[in-house]
Every structure is written in structure tokens, then in C-alpha cells.
């Protein structure tokens, strides 16, 4: 195995609107790739990597909000 350096040429953000109204913003975070010994059915080397999901949820529907108080998890 070995670890491959990488240069991030463009991250996204992928947008999902939930049927409660709710608009999650989702982008994947490239953090490490490994390269394995082993290759695809095409001769392809099989890489491994590791990554950070980054979630925004935006245009939250009034009657879902709550008070910062009353939402904090116990």
C-alpha cells in the first residue's frame, strides 16, 4: 500500500431538498488516498480513501425550529 498525494481541483457541494421543506448541503472531503496492491477486473489499481462529510442545512422550515434552549441535546 501506498499513500498517494493529491491536489484538489474543485470540491461541491451536492444540494437535496427534503419533502419537509429542510435544504441539506452536502460535500465529500478528500483526506488521504491509498493506493492498493490489488487492480480491478479492467487492470485498474484499487485505491482506499479516507474522507469528511461537511453537512449545511439551510432553509429550515419555520414550524421546525425551535429555541437554541430547548433544542440542545441531553
Do not use: A, C, H
Not at 13 to 38: A, Q
Not at 43 to 52: A, F, H, L
Amino acid at each position: 500500500m501506498e499513500e498517494v498525494d493529491f491536489d484538489t481541483i474543485k470540491e461541491e457541494w451536492n444540494e437535496y431538498k427534503l419533502k419537509d421543506g429542510t435544504t441539506l448541503k452536502i460535500k465529500i472531503v478528500l483526506i488521504k488516498v491509498v493506493r492498493g496492491d490489488t487492480y480491478d477486473q479492467f487492470g485498474d489499481p484499487v485505491y482506499m480513501v479516507n474522507t469528511q462529510n461537511i453537512v449545511k442545512v439551510t432553509n429550515v422550515p419555520k414550524n421546525l425550529k425551535k429555541t437554541p434552549e430547548s433544542s440542545m441535546v441531553r
